[in-house]
């Protein structure tokens, strides 16, 4: 494998390889970066790799004769061949699988332990960008926003799920608060014809939402949101992708995880403030029974957000924030 380290190739923020079909801004690029604290010769996983800006900017910073090497994992299929592409040249290997099965990974790879790991949540810009994959209302396209592009879609849910199914996914994943009112118009257009579309579905949330709410924002984002999660089982493989993650570090290894909505967020602070957390005893016991030590320490108490640049260049960075553990 040819063995390039060339930093600035790497920390570039906007690819310029779009020709390959899969165009993608990392976000938090240099904070990322710089907060992984990437070692030469360190083995390095970003389990979630879309286009490969984070990865290559890693593995630009890696010497293999050292030992250095990038792990990137994906369930998109296009994301894998555009990664496999932009890490041609450099210690790295792409797989094909869910970041939840990183643990498998690297022991396919006889890896017992790494030193960092990156996990870039939500929909990628090529899935929001490319209408046909059916992510975005704003472009008419198959009801699909399936990431593996197998298994359930979202036309199933709207088409097959009842109402009070619906309106708890809605709820649950994405805080709209007109659920129960979106989930009865979904069920009522569906007896006249079957739900197909991207624009079909969104006209159906504009109509069953009040008309002060439509003028105030796009009343499509949140429901669009949580049938994507829930298409995707998103908030399942994070918790078990966050385990795997950091189990699998060595001492001093550190978790960088960018998320994109309060859920995600909520779901990653938490954890992270369990496993810095140490004793688990009730406040009035005397003295500690539990023998529970913190297992790691934030490396940061606040998450980072994108500066005044980075959120004039790229829109999706508007509500990104990067939080990062160490383990001890």
């Known amino acids: 494998m040819a063995m ?3 930093p600035a190739k790497g920390i570039q ?12 801004i990392p976000v938090l690029l240099p904070e990322t970066i710089d907060l992984l604290g990437v070692r030469s010769d360190g083995i390095y996983v970003d389990g979630t790799t879309g286009g490969a800006g984070h990865s290559r900017a890693i593995a630009s910073l890696l010497d293999g004769a050292q030992g250095g090497l990038l792990i990137g994992l994906d369930r998109d299929p296009d994301a894998v061949a555009a ?16 970041y939840s099965e990183m643990r498998r990974v690297l022991d396919d790879l006889s890896i017992g332990s790494v030193d960092g790991v990156l996990l870039d949540l939500g929909v990628s810009s090529h899935q929001l960008d490319e ?20 298994g359930l879609s979202a036309r199933d849910i709207v088409n097959d799920w009842d109402a009070g ?17 979106i989930a009865a118009a979904i069920i009522r257009a569906r007896q006249e014809a079957p739900i197909e579309t991207t624009l079909q579905l969104a006209d159906i949330i504009r109509e069953a939402v009040p008309q002060k709410y439509r003028r105030d924002k796009n009343p499509c984002k949140k429901s669009f949101q949580a049938i994507r999660i829930r298409v995707n089982a998103e908030f399942d493989h994070l918790r078990g992708g966050l385990t795997a993650a950091f189990e699998s570090l060595k001492p ?8 994109f909505h309060s859920l995600e967020d909520r779901i990653v602070k938490q954890q992270f403030a369990q496993w810095c957390a140490g004793c688990t005893c009730p406040p009035d016991f005397p003295q500690c029974v539990c023998g529970n030590k913190p297992k790691g320490r934030l490396v940061n108490r606040k998450p980072v957000t994108a500066g005044e640049q980075e959120l004039a260049e790229n829109r999706r ?5 990067l939080r990062v553990i160490e383990k001890l």
């Open 4 to 6: 390039q380290n060339d």
């Open 13 to 24: 923020a906007k690819d310029m390889t779009a020709s390959l079909g899969f165009t993608h």
């Open 165 to 181: 199914e619906i309106t708890r996914i809605l709820w649950d994943y994405g805080e709209e608060k007109f659920a129960p009112r």
């Open 131 to 150: 209408a046909e994959r059916g992510f975005s209302y704003n472009a008419d396209a198959p009801l699909d926003m399936r990431m593996s592009q197998e």
């Open 83 to 98: 990664a496999t592409a932009r890490l041609a040249g450099y210690p790295a290997k792409v797989v094909h699988c869910n």
């Open 317 to 321: 960075s508007h509500s990104a924030k």
């Open 252 to 259: 001093g290894g550190r978790l960088a995880v960018i998320t």
